[in-house]
């Protein structure tokens, strides 16, 4: 492993230690009052709303001119991308976000779709060149010229999109953010919430780039790594979701606080929200994980039948000769 690998997995285990040393739940607040709404509906935020809009907007543009033009756009692309602004809505935009004030098991549904459904999906859709295809020519060649080979914001992108780094971004941001302080800080403050939710869709985007391998890929990455790669993602994965689910003791007061939702208590919600987390999450895992072996199975089978044809034809020149 390269010294830089090892500097990250070394900085990545210092971190998630002193995160477990110090995983204590802060004071709980106050019962939420009265006047609260408690199961509110879809509230359209003007900046998520606009956000999917102009996304969904430049994408479907890209998507039917490379159509005309013969280029590599599906319609797998084009009903991947749709649902993973489908879930990003759900997550940010329904009921869901209101009820995740209450219940924990929903506020982990709601991560769960801006980490674990979302970015994958919207990178299966290769975004970039039909994104591109988008825009004008002008604002096309513009951000060619933003892109080149040896700019600034490219080398960032490979930096940040290496496996080692796009990992530890990716580990790091779960764990801090479901450290009681972090997380009951994001549950107080709607400016920290947000926050917390658009790290978890960036690094969620980094840390499944090196698998979904789209065209915007820096370079390509050996399929047994990327096994690796996730195996590793899955394992502490379970080991958080079975901190969370296995505590014994409510590590988030806020859900203390809350009015109870069909009678769940908030250690039953704890281990729900626990349980939702290790389900998903290792559902998605294992599901990249087998298409990953299957990608490797499929180029070992050509290689050895490519092998096979030309062992074959080359017995049948010698008999000729």
């Not at 479907?60 to 001119?65: L, N, P």
């Not at 450290?179 to 690094?203: G, K």
Request: charge should be positive.
């Amino acid at each position: 492993m390269p010294s830089h690998g090892r500097a990250i997995t070394a900085a990545a285990v210092l971190l998630l230690l002193l995160l477990f040393s110090t995983w204590e739940a802060p004071p709980a607040r106050a019962h939420l009052g009265a006047s609260e709404e408690f199961l509110p509906g879809w509230h359209w935020r003007w900046d998520v709303t606009s956000v999917l809009v102009l996304f969904g907007t430049l994408y479907t543009r890209g998507w039917i001119r490379l159509r005309k033009l013969g280029g590599a756009a599906g319609c797998f692309h084009l009903f991947s991308y749709t649902v993973a602004l489908a879930a990003i809505a759900c997550a940010l935009l329904s009921p869901l976000d209101g009820l995740a004030s209450y219940l924990l098991i929903a506020h982990m549904v709601q991560h769960e779709l801006l980490i674990m459904i979302a970015p994958p999906l919207i990178l299966l859709a290769n975004p970039v060149p039909v994104l591109l295809w988008g825009l004008g020519s002008r604002c096309r060649s513009r951000f060619g010229n933003v892109m080149a080979r040896h700019s600034l914001l490219r080398q960032a992108r490979d930096f940040l999109g290496s496996m080692p780094v796009a990992w530890f971004l990716y580990v790091a941001n779960l764990w801090a953010w479901h450290h009681p302080l972090l997380y009951e800080a994001a549950l107080r403050n709607s400016t920290i919430h947000d926050i917390e939710h658009l790290l978890f869709f960036l690094t969620g985007l980094l840390f499944w780039w090196p698998v979904a391998r789209p065209a915007s890929r820096p370079a390509p990455v050996h399929d047994a790594l990327r096994i690796l790669y996730l195996f590793l993602a899955a394992t502490q994965d379970a080991v958080l979701s079975g901190l969370i689910a296995l505590s014994g003791t409510v590590l988030y007061p806020h859900y203390e606080g809350a009015r109870r939702v069909w009678g769940v208590t908030p250690l039953e919600d704890q281990i729900g929200g626990g349980i939702v987390m290790f389900a998903v999450g290792s559902t998605v895992y294992l599901v990249a994980i087998l298409l990953v072996v299957n990608s490797l199975l499929s180029a070992d089978r050509h290689k050895r039948s490519t092998k096979g044809a030309l062992r074959d034809g080359a017995v049948e020149i010698e008999g000729r000769v």
